[in-house]
Nanobody
């Protein structure tokens, strides 16, 4: 069983930066970040594969960077934040093979964290 715990959320002014972290226990082949604003559908933000291939939503390309650290930790560096980035951010993981490259869809991920809130004020 895989457990995911996010941290690093908070409040920041537009144009600022935040770094989210996700501590994972258990082995997975790919991981990602999703977000959900009130009354909106969950949206895929970024994903990274076992081979460190990355994928981003168009809305965050050039501003957000997903990466993996030591000890099964996932990061999301968020720069140039905008008010529309305000949401609950979730860490997710899954995969059955080191060759898997997931789409940024919730259905592609089997394991989820509890979320961390990011609020960007303009």
């Amino acid at each position: 069983q895989v457990q995911l715990v996010e941290s690093g959320g908070g409040s920041v002014q537009a144009g600022g930066s935040l770094r989210l972290s996700c501590a994972a226990s258990g082995y997975t082949y790919y991981m990602g970040w999703f977000r959900q604003a009130p009354e909106e559908d969950r949206e895929g933000v970024a994903a990274i594969t076992w081979a460190n291939i990355t994928r981003y939503a168009d809305s965050v390309k050039g501003r957000f960077t997903i990466s993996k650290g030591d000890a099964d930790t996932l990061y999301l560096q968020m720069n140039s934040l905008k008010s529309e980035d305000t949401a609950m951010y979730y860490c997710a993981a899954g995969g059955r093979s080191p060759l898997d490259e997931p789409a940024l869809l919730s259905s592609a991920f089997a394991y989820w964290g509890q979320g961390t809130q990011v609020t960007v004020s303009s």
